[in-house]
């Protein structure tokens, strides 16, 4: 459940605050020990909570909402305790000692009364468990495992489906259906395999799964034995065997009870052991169920099936890594609609006076779109839409009233969905909560997401990883439970973009709102004014004006307790709209003292006030693509706890030394090199944890800076890089920009020790305004496991290293402006065996040809080769050469003559592109007639444009 996830977080800060801050706990350590035991006693108690909320018991409810406010006054008394110490000491030496028997003595005191407080509400909801009961009603419950609570029996009840019930609505499942019958019926395969159905709640996994355990090919192949076992997400693993034995050997049930569970597993073996059999586990939600059930089913070689339907892709894997899962996906636009069609009954039917066909298909593609491809969906709301009058008021206000129509049956779709909520470890569910405050249907930057979480608090540490992996770790498993949708992956195989189902983005923000995880506030509608206890606000309205801005301010301007800020916002708000964020220094200390996060992207943004940098609990600041300009303030040297720090994209300017004192900075993101360079210097390392001067310590926390992310920063003569930036070892992604060559030596330094490092750009020069290249040897990152993306840009290399020499996991190269010395480069990089991604681009070296061996690159999948004006001749490709090679751009080699022989056998390639090429090159490619013609025929995309053609 949710309030148990915030406890679990709370209890987490607790914990690090007694830790990091146990030379300032005098006198109150105790009572802080004391909290987070008490709130660990009482997370066990939520637990079950969540089985008695669900079966609506209004006490459990009410005790469950007070125990969140609890939680919430707890997380605000440390982040006080915090905030008070944190002030204390950034007073001075002088101030501080001097202050010390005053206002310390005051800062505990005034702790110590408000765990006081705590602990007394503690003690009264103790008080009402008994009174009322609630305690015995929790204990005394069915837990999770051993049983189930009535409304999930019941819920369970209704989604156990016959494998024989009739199906004949199906749509787009044809090409599953075949090739999980060709999977089944393989009979070069004979070992014992499981083969899972993966997918979201809702998506038609086990219709699938219906549909071919019942299929005549399937039938005939396992004739001897089949059965189907549904198990669930509450499960009791001698019911599973007794069900399977009932099935598969005619087994009474009142013989099976009086068997253990080993002697059924038993039985079963010896009775599968003389036979092919197929069986259909449907519905699993953990490992657990297979490594309890597996010893029944026996590999004979003669081809038996498991068939899984899970939501978990950890299931299916861990089932039978050699198998390859079958994710299932969700209807096209087409088949959505054919589905909704015939549930509806939308055609051959007549309509309301004054209503015509076209104006309900009208409305029915706009109730089709908000199911966004989910089956389960489509179904249950075509089946409302069956039953009303067929005119345009009533479809319209299902239309206007979706999220409330499915709520209405919610055994058909909210609650399925909220199952797999429900399934999500404690430390998941905050995070999927957080899901919800992004726009419909966008698409979300996973390292955006990861930032945000951890500046939150919601990601655990995990042993000495960095608690970025562990948040990708999390993004993942969400993937993986099928909670979120991947859009994009890195060429590491890491997350780059997610997405949320429009309807799992509901269950979202449904949970979100029950326990005030946040709240969304629109600028332009007489909503009321937030709750008090909002913690997280998140603007969401469109078309603001200066006069709607304040609104919301006005609404929240007494909620102390927010952590965060995120705007949606369109269009430019006014400068005075911005100042109304904090109005004066004394309400910014007040109102936003305990902000956390405060994210402003992609809006309008003319200018950003001063006071901001009186926020000095924030640890996330976003103005990425604000379009503002002006200079940033000296007063954000304040934000000392800042983490992430996004000015990408903008024309806002950072002071010097702005960052200076940020001993928190994990991410600076930067303009780009075409708004001109940025050059800082970084932050001092002569402060450590405590934020005073200890130069015997300085050593000691030299290399433990967190710094991950430097992206387009400045270098000039000036760029303290010897005994400044080189200090910070930890970097994984780098992008430096500017005079590099005035630096080449100390950054060549640098970046060899960075052996953390996953990306790396140099950009020497802005607008090529700087002529001499940089002098930069490749072979300093030859002990760079982790690099996988290199992009070099205004550099010379005198001769390009061995294979032994580069970074062993490089599979993005680019080389733009480049003198890449005396030889064709292609013999080398072609040796380049995890190389995806190739770009080329001004890029000379001295031969006017270029040859690509036999079986090289044989893992390139996109390769570019742009205004390489001295290439004459791309002579040949080797033999097996660019086998995996999907796409192919060459661009403005204006005196290449003709395409190599042998690109002709490079039956991968999938897209062309030729541009800016010479007529004798274009005449040689033309269609069908053209010389080179047969090298590219095979080719199903080929887009070509003429030498007249100017870049847009």
């Known amino acids: 459940m949710a309030t148990e996830a915030i406890v679990a977080v709370v209890v987490e800060k607790i914990a690090e605050l007694i830790i990091q801050e146990a030379v300032f706990l005098r006198g109150v350590r105790d009572q802080f020990e004391w909290m987070k035991g008490e709130l660990r006693q009482m997370k066990c108690f939520l637990t079950h909570a969540d089985e008695k909320q669900q079966e609506g018991d209004a006490r459990i409810t009410n005790w469950v909402a007070d125990f969140r406010d609890i939680a919430y006054d707890a997380e605000d008394v440390i982040e006080n305790f915090i905030l008070s110490r944190a002030v204390q000491r950034r007073r001075g030496f002088i101030t501080r000692y001097a202050s010390i028997f005053l206002s310390d003595l ?170 092919r059999y197929l069986v259909i586990m449907d519905d699993v939600w953990v490992t657990d169920v297979w490594d309890e059930i597996k010893g029944a089913f026996p590999d004979m070689g ?84 069956s039953r009303k009058e067929r005119s345009l008021s009533e479809w319209t206000k299902v239309l206007e009233r979706i999220n409330w129509q499915l709520d209405q049956d919610r ?66 498993e969400l993937s993986d439970r099928s909670m979120v949708q991947v859009v994009a992956r890195r060429m590491d195989r890491t997350v780059k973009k997610c997405r949320v189902h429009d309807l799992l983005r509901d269950l979202s923000i449904s949970k979100a709102k029950e326990v005030e995880f946040f709240q969304f506030q629109g600028c332009t509608s007489p909503e009321p004014a937030l709750t008090t206890r909002a913690r997280r606000l998140v603007l969401n309205s469109k078309n603001d004006t200066e006069e709607n801005i304040p609104l919301w301010y006005h609404y929240h301007s007494c909620q102390p307790r927010l952590r965060s800020v995120l705007l949606s916002l369109n269009g430019e708000l006014p400068d005075s709209s911005i100042n109304g964020l904090f109005v004066s220094t004394t309400r910014v200390a007040f109102i936003f003292g305990m902000l956390r996060v405060l994210d402003l992207g992609y809006v309008r943004l003319p200018k950003l006030p001063n006071e901001v940098g009186k926020l000095i609990h924030l640890r996330y600041l976003g103005l990425r693509k604000t379009r503002g300009s002006g200079s940033f303030s000296p007063s954000l040297c304040n934000l000392w706890n800042l983490q ?112 953390r490092l996953e990306s790396l750009a140099l950009f020497h020069g802005v607008y090529r305004y700087l002529r001499d290249p940089m002098v930069f040897p490749l072979s300093v990152m030859n002990n760079h496991p982790n690099l996988y993306r290199l992009s070099l840009n205004g550099v010379r290399i005198d001769k390009l290293p061995s294979l032994s020499e580069f970074p062993p996991n490089l599979s993005h190269l680019t080389f733009g402006d480049c003198m890449l010395g005396e030889e064709d480069p292609f013999p080398t990089l072609s040796q380049l065996l995890r190389l995806k991604y190739l770009k080329i681009a001004y890029s000379q070296w001295r031969t006017k040809q270029m040859v690509c061996p036999g079986g090289g690159f044989p893992m390139l999948d996109h390769l570019i080769i742009s205004n390489a004006d001295h290439l004459e001749e791309w002579s040949e490709v080797g033999k097996g050469a660019f086998s995996s090679l999907r796409k192919l751009e060459l661009l403005s080699c204006r005196n290449m003559k003709m395409l190599p022989d042998g690109l002709q056998n490079v039956d991968t390639l999938r897209e062309l592109y030729m541009d800016w090429m010479s007529d004798e090159f274009n005449a040689r490619v033309q269609e069908t007639v053209g010389e080179d013609w047969y090298k590219i025929a095979h080719v199903p995309s080929i887009r070509r444009f003429g030498p007249s053609r100017r870049w847009n």
Request: proline share 3%; glycine share 8%; aromatic share 6%.
């Open 106 to 275: 005051l800062n505990r005191h005034r702790v110590s009364q408000e765990i006081e407080r705590i602990k007394a509400r503690i003690e009264d909801i103790s008080k009402r468990q008994v009174t009322y009961g609630i305690q015995e009603e929790m204990i005394g419950g069915e837990r999770v495992g051993e049983g189930s609570s009535s409304a999930r029996r019941r819920l369970r009840e209704r989604r156990r489906i016959s494998p024989h019930s009739d199906e004949p609505d199906i749509f787009g499942l044809e090409e599953d259906i075949n090739s999980l019958k060709g999977q089944l019926i393989n009979k070069w395969n004979l070992r014992r395999s499981v083969i899972s159905i993966v997918g979201m709640g809702g998506l038609g996994k086990t219709t699938l799964a219906k549909q071919v355990y019942n299929s005549v090919d399937v039938r005939s192949q396992f004739r001897e034995c089949r059965a189907w076992v549904y198990v669930s997400q509450v499960y009791n693993t001698k019911e599973i065997l007794q069900d399977l034995a009932k099935k598969v050997m005619g087994l009474p049930r009142k013989e099976s009870k009086e068997m253990s569970v080993e002697e059924l597993e038993e039985k079963l073996h010896r009775f599968l052991q003389e036979r």
């Open 644 to 755: 992430t720090l996004d000015v990408k994209d903008t024309s806002i300017v950072l002071g010097r030394n702005v960052i200076s004192m940020m001993q928190q900075l994990r991410h600076l993101y930067l303009t780009n090199e075409f708004d001109g360079i940025q050059v800082l210097d970084p932050p001092r390392l002569d402060y450590v944890s405590d934020g005073y001067y200890h130069p015997s310590k300085n050593h000691r926390h030299h290399h433990h800076h967190q710094l991950q992310t430097l992206w387009s920063l400045g270098i000039d003569r000036n760029s303290r890089v010897k005994d400044g930036w080189d200090s910070f070892i930890n970097v994984r992604k780098l992008r430096l920009v500017g005079d590099l060559q005035s630096q080449a030596k100390a950054l060549s330094f640098w970046i060899a020790k960075l052996n």
């Open 302 to 385: 003669n081809g038996s099936r498991i068939v899984l339907t899970t939501r978990s892709k950890d299931v299916a894997l861990h089932a039978d890594p050699a198998s390859p899962v079958h994710e299932l996906q969700l209807l096209s636009d087409e088949n959505s609609w054919a589905l909704f069609s015939k549930k509806s009954f939308l055609v051959g039917n007549s309509f309301s006076e004054g209503t015509s066909q076209e104006q309900l298909e009208n409305v029915g593609k706009k109730i089709v779109d908000k199911c966004g491809g989910l089956p389960l969906a489509i179904v249950v709301l075509g089946g409302i839409l």
């Open 411 to 476: 055994t058909q779709c909210s609650q399925i969905l909220a199952l797999s909520y429900d399934d999500l470890p404690l430390y998941l569910k905050p995070c999927f909560l957080y899901l919800g405050s992004f726009p419909e249907d966008s698409e979300i930057s996973a390292r955006r997401l990861i930032h945000l979480w951890i500046a939150e608090g919601l990601v655990q540490k995990r042993g000495g990883r960095a608690v970025e992996d562990v948040a990708g770790d999390y993004l993942e």
